[in-house]
């Protein structure tokens, strides 16, 4: 095999290798039988396919048999003819509507193509869903054939899905084939099952090896449940067993499994249970309604002409948006909040199951659907988790929504900052210990009591994913129940990955859950106290990894995620995830804050798209985060390993991103020589940050453009789209939507960009050179220095402590409605030297943000220093909110400082 299998990758581009690999075997079949190739090389290359193929129910052993037979036999033609077909049937899936495809003996003719469109009619698109459900059990591999076909004589035709089993004997197999074969999504464990696989695939073993599960006494059907929950929580497993199943449903442990049979009750019985699991995730209570409404002729006397689209199809002027959209559209439009419809303000119905159904799928106790995007989900979260004067620890880079609502409800913010990344005018992410910092101040002040919330970015725009976990704990240990925001925005599509689960949220709260629950953790506790000793010092603390007491935690963790940002929701879909041990002492102020902040009118088509996104993360999200991961390694592989891309481009690995003392395990790259998945699973657990790796910046300035020319370059000449940029970098994402042709996509874009960098320089001679090289510098190291926050003025400070930096910046904000207290001054010119020098100080009167970064360099009543002005005058974008060029800054009067210092 290729280079492919020596980098760490391999384990996450196994999926995408067998399509690869088989493409491989074919190309052998083909020498060999064309007398081009040694039939050995086929039989090599097809044995090193054989443990992997074993975990998918295609081609199965029928096929596989008679390929090694063909093989066997000498039959050449045979073989290559069948490698074909199997090759094709995988790459077009057409195993999955063809049953044919599973015959040995139907040989499609060359010229039949299968469809890779699905059929455009009926409810699933003509098409019933396939999927493959994975038996664990203890019979011979001999009687596993007869077995599979007494499974597939269950089949009737009012099936809503079909599925194809795959037989595994093992806890290892079984282990294996959830992680590799994202089509599984049914489990059914019959006891008895051994613990080691009968193969010892070096594959295998790379896969199962980190996980750190090992061989014990305890090798018992609800263990194995256990263990497959954790790697995809949304599997439904089933446990068959023959001894009391009684006992077995009862034990307190059991809630990892479905439903346990008795093994010699009615098969049927397992295979309706089997439906009816997937049919809980299928169906969408509010989408399945909206399409039965739309269906109902219905006579509106509401206010919302467009509904039925009457008025769009009748009319000569505005028909085309009538075509443009269709006819659904318009009849699944309505303003009513009956014919089922449910009320998002306050829902009873549909909207509510399908919430409940949502935190099922999140892991979260509560979810509330949130149509104007998570802008307002934050603002929501955060009016009512404070109170005016209430203290927030908040990362003073996040994004806006959490200033604004700061704003709005009167708290006062602890700004926190990220570390910076200069060279590349970006910011991480806030570490630990700043934050820990920020909480004995507090402490020190007497105001920890006021301390209500720690308000952070997971993943940053960058892809910093924090060591979630380790932060809550750490925090619960100095203030127990502190409450947590982690605006996920980017990353909802994450807990669909047991590789970047642990760093969602939701992920790190389960976790958190289950070690409050195990007594160790009290000795744990203990233990430490008893090291620590009555007062530790805060530098003790701040070295210490701490331990919270687990008796009095109150874990309390809220979650936004733009649905719309990484799952298939219409735009402006985002939830609100909750799980909240005393969620009921500020469920009715979620009520305000929904009836505060959610429109009267909220779009029936984002709800419905946030129910349906839900439900595909629960069937297939799994495989797609998967592939998404898959494009974004191997998007980094292509650029940092390609001779002439890398010559000018450079995709950011671990390295670049993070500093070395957050990579306490000394991860350095996916791509470095040496990475294995091992190695990446260690620096998941443990790193303090960890790079997403499907955020990839990409550093253009050694290619001469700043960000956005580069962007601009890849959107009107080429077509690609992305959207932030830095001084020096882009960012490419991948998400669940994109597919190889757009990495090829790409690939070949930026080959042509370097042909043309390289043709510009060999004809323009050495003046072109010496400019190329003058330009490259000037991206590369004239970077302007970050400026951190500086500090609320004074008469902005409210009641803070002596020495912490929070800041009343309501009244700061409202004090600009003043305009007689408001001055402006320019930001190049005299003035602003003058007045940087001497003073007075000059007091921001509002919030400036420039796109990009996106974050405040100004925030209202923040004193400006000579770093924030030499930012803005370094800044080169054209969009800066709160800012009019022609004015200049927009700032408090020097008299209305001192009166208001009088008072
Ligand atoms: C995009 C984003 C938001 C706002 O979400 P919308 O859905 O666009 O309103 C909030 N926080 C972060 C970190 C974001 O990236």
Known sequence: ???????????????????????????????????????????????????????????????????????????????????????????????????????????MSPTEVADVMPPATGETGGRRPYFEALFVNSQPSARWPAFAREIGRLRRPEDPFIYEPVIVGSFEDAICATLLNPDIISVVLAEGFPYHSRHDAPVLRSVLDPLGETDSADMSALRL?????????????????????????????????????????????????????????????????????????????????????????????????????????FLAE??????????????????????????RAFGADHVFFVTNGTSTSNKMAVQALLAPGDIAVVDRNCHKSHHYGMVLTGAQPYYVEAFPMTAYS????????????????????????????????????????????????????????????????????????????????????????????????????????????????????????????????????????????????????????????????????????????????????????????????????????????????????AINEHPLISKYFRALGAADMIPEEYRQSGFTDYLAPGSTWATAVKAMQEDEFYLDPTRITVVCGTAGFDGTQFKGLLANEYGIQLNKTSRNSVLLQSNINNTRSDVAHLVRVLVEICHGIEKRLSDGGEGERATFAARVKSLMTDVPDLPNFSQFHEIFRGDAGRTTPEGDIRAAFFNAYDPSLCEYVPLIGDECDRRLREGPEMVSANFVIPYPPGFPIM?????????????????????????????????????????????
Request: with cysteine.
């Open 859 to 903: 925030v209202p009543g923040q004193v400006l220093t000579q770093e924030t002005i030499d930012f803005m005058r370094k800044l080169d974008v054209k969009e800066i909110h709160g800012y009019e060029k022609a004015r200049g800054l927009k700032l408090v009067k020097p008299e209305a400082v001192t009166a208001k210092a009088k008072r």
């Open 426 to 637: 970006m910011y991480g992410a806030v570490p630990l210990a700043t934050i820990k910092r920020a909480l004995l101040a507090l402490r020190a002040e007497g105001r920890l009591d006021r301390l209500k919330l720690l308000d952070l970015t997971n993943c940053t725009f960058d892809g910093h994913m924090y060591n979630v976990r380790r932060v809550m704990e750490e925090c619960l240990a100095i203030k127990h129940d502190l409450i947590f925001l982690w605006d996920e925005a980017w990353s909802g599509f994450a807990r669909f990955s047991p590789f970047l689960r642990p760093r969602t949220a939701m992920g790190a709260a389960a976790e958190i859950e289950e070690w409050l629950r195990d007594p160790a953790s009290v000795d744990a506790y203990e233990k430490q106290q008893a090291d620590l000793g009555d007062t530790p010092s805060d530098e003790a603390l701040l070295t210490t990894r701490l331990i919270p007491d687990p008796r009095l935690v109150r874990l309390r963790v809220y979650q936004t995620n733009s649905t719309h940002k990484s799952m298939s929701a219409i735009r402006q879909g985002s939830m609100l995830l909750v799980k909240d041990v005393d969620f009921h002492t500020v469920e009715a102020q979620f009520h305000e804050a929904v009836f505060t902040h959610a429109s009267t009118s909220p779009n029936q088509q984002l709800i419905a798209s946030l129910d349906v996104a839900r439900r595909q993360m629960e069937l297939e999200g799994y495989g797609l985060v998967m592939n998404a991961i898959e494009i974004a390694l191997k998007i980094r592989r």
């Open 225 to 329: 449940a256990r263990a497959l929950r954790r790697v995809r929580p949304e599997l439904d497993v089933y446990l068959l067993s023959d001894r009391q199943v009684e006992k077995i449903a009862g034990d307190p442990t059991a809630d990892a499994i479905r439903r346990v049979f008795y093994a010699v009750e009615e098969p049927l019985e397992m295979h309706l249970a089997i439906l009816e699991g997937v049919q809980t995730r299928y169906e969408t209570p509010f989408f399945d309604n909206l399409k039965k409404y739309a269906r109902r002729p219905i006579g509106t006397f509401h206010a919302l002409p467009i509904a039925r689209g009457k008025s769009v199809f009748k009319s000569d002027w505005i028909r085309d948006m009538g075509e443009f959209y269709g006819l659904n559209l």
């Open 1 to 107: 095999m290729s280079n492919e299998t020596a980098h760490i990758d391999q384990f996450l581009l196994i999926h995408s290798a067998r399509a690869d690999n088989w493409r491989a075997v074919t190309t052998l079949a083909d020498a060999w039988a064309l007398g081009r190739g040694e039939r050995a090389a086929m039989e090599t290359a097809l044995a090193g396919l054989e443990a992997v193929e074993e975990y998918h129910a295609y081609p199965g052993t029928q096929l596989l048999t008679a390929l090694r037979e063909r093989i066997a036999t000498n039959d050449a033609g045979g073989a290559a003819k069948l490698a074909r077909r199997i090759s094709n049937s995988l790459l077009t899936r057409a195993y999955r509507g063809r049953p044919a495809e599973w015959d040995v003996h139907d040989e």
């Open 334 to 359: 309505s303003s009513a909040t009956t014919g089922g419809l449910d009320s998002l303000l306050e829902p009873t119905g549909n909207i509510k199951r399908s919430q409940d159904m949502a935190a």
